[in-house]
Structure formats: structure tokens, C-alpha cells
């Protein structure tokens, strides 16, 4: 009888980051960071502070998992890349979030067609010290991992988590602020997303879950919750939503 081999786990091997890398996570937090104290999040501010971000430093996962592990429970955990649905829905149902350890390089720094560490750490982590968050996402993925075998129904729960998790805003203090890190990562749609140019409308999950949306331009709109409760309070809807509309696909779904 053969046995099956576990994989290893993969683990991000810090010393083999090249100068090349340190500088790249430096111009890339220098240039983002100065846009952030009037257009992110508090949340976001207060886990940056909390998990000790630096530019001169890329981040230690076990440092930073420390740090996590005492706030909410979440960990880090490496991945090589885009994962598969059910491998990405089942770590964040476990509590543990899928990033890469590799940087872009140098000729990389304004656009990068696969979410490298800076997109998948600077813009996801800081937020996963709030405890109403990272319940939103331990959540969503438990309702992705019953309909995993359904196509349109994880296409639909998609839609919930490009609008959300990597594109969206929040009211605070009667102000718009950014929590996707999407938007978080980009200097560019940083200003974009909160001028008068951008479409900003009320969360609201079935206008969410019926919005398509393009990866390669930034976005045409943006929801807004008024806090994290309003999140996690919407799983729900999310659940409702699947239920009436997971069998039936729009017409133009391949």
C-alpha cells in the first residue's frame, strides 16, 4: 500500500532576500504611505502601528503572526501565488490568510499583473488586527467553501470580495477612508477612488453581488459600509442572495 506524501509547508525564507528586494519593499511603502494618514482607514492605521510595518524593513512573518496570533487569531500563511478557490477559502475559514513572500522588481514598481507580497502584506495584514473584519472574512469563506463546486456561486462571492476586501471604502467621521487593500497597495487609485470622479455608492449586497468587475483599469464604483459591524452583520444577505440566485447564472457567464 503506497503512502501519500504531505507537501511541507512553505515558509518565507527571510534571509534570501536580495538588496534589490529591500529597496523595492522601501520605495513601494515610501511611496504609498505618505498617502495615507487623511484617505485610509483608522483600522487600518492602528494595525499598521500594531504589527510595527517599517519602510526599511520587509516584514517577518513570525514576527508579525506574534502579533496577530495575541489580536484576533489570524496567522500569515505562505503561498506560491494565486491559489485555487477551495485552498484560499478553506485557510481564511481556518483563520489563516494566503500571502506570498517574492517582491516585484525594480522595472515592476507601477503595475504587476499577479498580487506580489507588498499587495498581498502592506494592503491585507494591518486590517487583520480588527477583530469585526477578519470575522467577515472567516465568515464569507465558510459560506465560499458550501458552494465551492459551484462555479457561479464562488463568481458571486467573488464579486462580494473584489467590492469589499480589495476595493472598498468606509464612513468614518462623516469622511470617506479606504479599508480595501487594493486600493490600499496603489498610490494611484488611492486618490482616484475618493475624488469626485469616482462613482461611490451605499453598500448594499445585491447591488454588490450583481456587479461585475475588471481587474486591469481601476474601478467604476465603490461601496461604502459605515463600519465593520455593517460587514460581518451582512453575511446574512450574502447567504440569502446564494440561495435564490446560485442555480442560475447570468446569460454571459462562461
Same mark, same amino acid.
Given at each position: 500500500? !503506497? ?7 512553505? $515558509? ?63 496567522? *500569515? ?9 477551495? $485552498? ?11 500571502? !506570498? ?34 470575522? /467577515? ?10 458552494? *465551492? ?28 477612508? *479606504? ?13 482616484? !477612488? ?12 445585491? $447591488? ?6 475588471? $481587474?486591469?483599469? /481601476?474601478? !467604476? ?34
Amino acid at each position: 500500500m !503506497s503512502t501519500i506524501k504531505q507537501r511541507p509547508m512553505m $515558509k518565507q525564507e527571510y534571509e534570501k532576500y536580495s538588496e534589490e528586494d529591500f529597496q523595492v519593499w522601501k520605495i513601494l511603502y515610501e511611496r504609498q504611505i505618505v498617502n495615507l494618514p487623511h484617505a485610509a482607514t483608522q483600522a487600518y492605521l492602528d494595525g499598521l502601528q500594531l504589527i510595527n510595518f517599517t519602510a526599511d524593513k520587509i516584514p517577518n512573518f513570525e514576527e508579525t503572526n506574534a502579533v496577530l496570533k495575541g489580536l484576533t487569531g489570524w496567522q *500569515i500563511h505562505v503561498v506560491p501565488g494565486l491559489i485555487d478557490d477551495d $485552498k484560499f477559502f478553506q485557510l481564511m475559514a481556518d483563520r489563516r490568510f494566503p500571502a !506570498s513572500t517574492w517582491l516585484r522588481k525594480m522595472s515592476q514598481l507601477d503595475y504587476l499583473e499577479e498580487p506580489d507580497m507588498f499587495h498581498d502584506v502592506f494592503g491585507h495584514v494591518p486590517l487583520l488586527t480588527n477583530q469585526p473584519f477578519v470575522d /467577515f472574512l472567516q465568515a464569507l469563506s465558510k459560506i465560499a467553501l458550501s458552494y *465551492i463546486d459551484n462555479l457561479w456561486a464562488i463568481h458571486l462571492i467573488s464579486r462580494i470580495y473584489w467590492f469589499t476586501v480589495e476595493f472598498g471604502l468606509i464612513r468614518e467621521n462623516n469622511a470617506l477612508r *479606504i479599508y480595501g487593500a487594493g486600493i490600499l497597495s496603489s498610490a494611484g487609485e488611492t486618490k482616484y !477612488s475618493l475624488s469626485e470622479e469616482a462613482t461611490q455608492l451605499p453598500y448594499d449586497v445585491d $447591488k454588490v453581488m450583481g456587479t461585475p468587475y475588471r $481587474k486591469d483599469v /481601476f474601478q !467604476s464604483q465603490y461601496f461604502i459600509i459605515n463600519s465593520y459591524e455593517e460587514l460581518f452583520n451582512s453575511i446574512s444577505a450574502i447567504g440569502g442572495y446564494l440561495e435564490k440566485h446560485a442555480d442560475t447564472p447570468e446569460p454571459n457567464f462562461a
